[in-house]
């Protein structure tokens, strides 16, 4: 039998705690400016263009988005899967996945340009649409969020926890599965059209969320001195990582493999991973070795990984990573030419067979960042205002993953 565990709130209101709101705070304002700049100067003053629509702010958004469902994985390994260890870190989770897709989804509302146009997406839905499910599929995710924890927080909910745990842990899979479907449905663009692009991003989205809640969960231990996790929790997460990593190089390889067998996108698989230049490089160097082979070293190591210091740089290496994936995935498939009738040989007197430029622009770079500072004021206001953080989580045993 196990002690009861006790919550505590985040460190009160202490010269840091204000200073660390105050940046989360900055970074989203300078994002809302940026955002009010953009939509009454026009498009014009970003990098985008009209062929490519979706710039750095979109990269951010969905690599949020995607996160938000992997940051929910840690609570549904100890309510779904049933690992005491983890579970009192289940609260923590389930906050940070809220505040990340807040985060994703406060950026993509507000690089539509005319943020008020998504009240006509509610009132003339179009059921033919990703687009359109979308909008469904993340407000119910955050409800469930918000049911999940309750039945966490409520000793008197005890007995719809796991309920509600699967519930939530079934529709973070489905709610992933639609935000890469965005990708793998647009036939148009031959980088994107593929149906592995909805399990690779299930698998990108619980390496990247599961970094990110590392990452948290580490700052959160530095700053307040507490023992949590313990050293063997912190090794069995460090395999846990290690082994969503290894996964997730897996998809995107055969994605990438199964593009370069086929003879109607061998040309953009080659433009991307050898011809790309830039995004060439991001997967190369940015995914694939900083964020997956050497994170996995560290990880893996079984002398490194209980220390102190693996864990957060494999962690950060990831988010890193990812960001490049998203980067060089999304930008760069718009930016190879778009095939506007499968099959058929199209000419015109512009642009044909042209690789289209894009530089992003330093208002973009700060509505993308305001994902950091809204996913930042929700997180630390939700741990000013409810009980969290565990004093202490997991076993001396370090068996198990």
Not at 121 to 137: D, G, K, Q, R
Not at 213 to 226: M, N, P, S, T, Y
Not at 280 to 297: E, K, R
């Amino acid at each position: 039998m196990h002690a009861p565990v006790e919550y505590h709130f985040f460190t009160g209101y202490s010269l840091r705690s204000w200073l660390v709101l105050g940046g989360f705070g900055l970074l989203a304002a300078l994002a809302g400016l940026a955002a009010m700049y953009m939509e009454s100067e026009g498009h014009w003053v970003t990098g985008m263009t009209n062929h490519v629509v979706w710039g750095l702010p979109h990269v951010f958004a969905f690599f949020f988005i995607i996160s938000a469902s992997g940051a929910l994985n840690v609570a549904s390994i100890g309510s779904v899967f049933g690992r005491e260890d983890y579970q009192p870190l289940g609260r923590l989770s389930a906050v940070l996945a809220f505040a990340l897709l807040a985060g994703g989804l406060s950026v993509l509302v507000f690089d539509l340009g005319r943020a008020d146009r998504l009240i006509i997406t509610m009132e003339y839905i179009n059921p033919t649409s990703i687009f359109a499910w979308n909008v469904f599929i993340y407000q119910i995710f955050f409800g469930l969020v918000i049911i999940y924890l309750w039945m966490m927080m409520d000793p008197r909910m005890a007995a719809f926890y796991r309920p509600a745990g699967t519930a939530a842990f079934l529709w973070r899979l489905f709610m992933t599965t639609g935000t890469g479907s965005v990708l793998g449905f647009l036939v148009s663009r031959a980088a994107f059209r593929s149906a592995v692009m909805a399990p690779e991003f299930i698998a990108l989205s619980l390496s990247f969320g599961t970094a990110i809640f590392a990452l948290v969960l580490l700052a959160l231990q530095r700053f307040e001195g507490r023992p949590v996790p313990t050293p063997a929790l912190r090794a069995r997460l460090s395999r846990l990582l290690g082994l969503l990593v290894a996964i997730s190089l897996y998809f995107v390889a055969v994605q990438h493999g199964t593009g370069l067998y086929q003879a109607e996108r061998r040309d953009v698989e080659h433009f991307l991973l050898f011809q790309g230049g830039l995004y060439s490089v991001l997967i190369w160097g940015g995914f694939v070795v900083l964020g997956s082979v050497l994170p996995m070293m560290l990880l893996f190591d079984p002398l490194r990984a209980g220390q102190h210091g693996a864990l957060p740089i494999a962690s950060a290496l990831i988010v890193f990573g990812g960001l490049c994936l998203i980067y060089a995935t999304v930008i760069g498939g718009e930016a190879f030419p778009i095939e506007i009738f499968p099959g058929m040989h199209v000419t015109s007197s512009a642009f044909d067979g042209a690789v289209h430029p894009y530089a992003p622009s330093l208002p973009e770079l700060a509505l993308g960042l305001g994902a950091v500072g809204v996913a930042g004021v929700v997180l630390l206001m939700a741990m000013w205002v409810l009980p969290l953080l565990p004093d202490t989580a997991g076993s001396d045993s370090p068996a198990g993953p």
